[in-house]
C-alpha cells in the first residue's frame, strides 16, 4: 500500500492519509485509545474538517484518536477482510457502506447496535436517514439502528455555462422534464462540434465499478416510474410491468447516447471521479453527479464557481409532475469486535449533536447535505440565495420528496450494487448487442437469485 509519508498532526491527533490496497496489521492499543477509520474526501477541506473535529474532541475527552483516512473503495475492503479475521477498528466511516455494506454486515450480526447513538438525536433525523439506518439482523431476528446517519447526498446535474454559450444557448434554455433535459445535450453536442470542438454533450457514467453508474442508474429507474422495485416489506418486485418497463426505459435511455456518440467512450471505465475529471478538463458540457463536488472544489475561484458551473436538480418526470430523489446516507458504524464500543459511542453521540454536525458539513464546503432538517432551518448557509449551488442540493435532498435506497427493505439488493448487475446490463447493450429487453431480463434473473438468498 501506499502512504502519504508525512504523519497529518493536530494537538496529539495521529492521522494518517491511506491509499492503496493494504494497511499493516495495529498493535495492542492502550486504554482509551480509538481507531478510527474515515474515507477520504474529494479535495483536503473533507479532509481537513475531520482531521481537526477528532482533534477537538479528543482533548476535550482525554481519548487519543488513531485516525487513518482512505480511499472509499478502500475503506469497504479493508474493513471486511478485518471482520474474517477479527481485527477491526472501533468506529468507521464509509461513503458508500449503505449501498455496499452495512446491510450486509447487520444482517450477519457484525455490527454493533446503535441505536442508543441514534435514539439521542432521533428527532432531528428526517425520516429518510432514519429508514437508512435501520437494518434487519438474522440472527437477532430484529431490525435495529446498525449504522448512524452521518450525511446525506442525492443525483445533481453539473453544467458548464460558458460550453452551453458558445452552443447558443443560455441557462434559461435548459428544459424542465427528464427526457427533454438529457436529449438537450445531445443538440448542444452537435451544435459544438459543428463549430470543430471534440465535445461530448453527455458525461454519464457507465462503469461497472464504483458508485456512479448505479447511482445514475437508479435515479432513472425511479424517473421512470421504477421505484417499486423492492416493497417496504423487503418483497423484490421486478416482475411488476411497471418496474420493469422502468427498469428497460432507464436502459435504453442510457445506452443510447453512448452508442451514438453523446457520451466519451472512455466512460465505460469511469471511476468515480473520472466523470468529475472530464467535466474539469471541459471534455463533457454536463455530468450527472451524486454530490455537489464539482462545484464545491471550485469554491475559492470566484468566476467558476458563481457564474460558470450550474448545478441542477433531479429534473420532473416526463409528465410535469415532481421526481423522488433516491437519497444516499452515509453512515458511521461500530464493528463488532471493537475494543472501545462505549468510547466510540460516545464519540458519535457528540459528532451528531445539530450544531457539531452543522460545523463539520460547513468545513467539508457543504459537499454533502445534512440528515437533521433543523440545520438547515437555523442555519441560513444552506439556503443562502446568492449561492448557486448549495439550495439546489438542500431543495432536492430536504425538501422535495425523497426515497431511500432499498438494502435497508432487504440487504438482497446490497450485492445486487455489489456486483453491479444494472450497469453490466448496460455493457450487455454496448457492447454485447443485447436489446434493453433482453439486458433487463438477465439482469432481472439474477437479482431473482439474490433474493432468495437472503430470506428471514
Known sequence: MKRISRRLALGGLSAAVATGTGLKPRGAKAAGELTVWWTQGFYKAENDAVIAWMADWEKRNNTKVNLTIMNGPDVITKLIAGMQVGDVPDVVHTVTGDRFLVPRAAWNDQLEDVSDVVDSQKAEFTETALLSARMYNLKQKKYSYYGVPTKASSLMNSVWLPLLQEAGFAEADLPGTQDKFYDFFQTVQDKLRSKGKRI??????????????????????????????????????????????????????????????????????????????????????????????????????????????STRGVPLGNDGKPVASLLAIAPTIIPKGSKNVDAGKALLRDFIKPANMNAYLKETRARYLPVMASIVKNDPYWTDSKDPHRPVAVDMGLIKPTVPWWMCYNPAYSVVLSEQIWPQAEANITQRNMTPEQATEEAAKRIKQLFEQFQK
Open 200 to 309: 461530448f454533450g453527455l458525461g454519464y457514467s457507465m462503469a461497472a465499478k464504483e458508485a456512479d453508474a448505479g447511482n445514475l442508474f437508479h435515479q432513472f429507474l425511479i424517473s421512470y416510474g421504477g421505484v417499486g422495485i423492492v416493497t417496504p416489506d423487503g418483497k423484490l418486485n421486478i416482475d411488476d410491468p411497471a418496474v420493469r418497463k422502468a427498469a428497460t426505459t432507464s436502459l435504453e435511455r442510457l445506452t443510447t447516447p453512448f452508442k451514438k456518440g453523446y457520451v466519451p467512450p472512455g466512460a465505460i471505465n469511469w471511476g468515480d471521479v473520472d466523470n468529475n475529471n472530464a467535466f474539469f478538463a471541459k471534455q463533457i458540457v454536463m455530468t450527472p453527479n451524486a454530490t455537489i463536488s464539482i462545484a464545491a472544489a471550485q469554491m475559492d475561484k470566484a468566476d467558476l464557481y458563481y457564474k460558470e458551473i
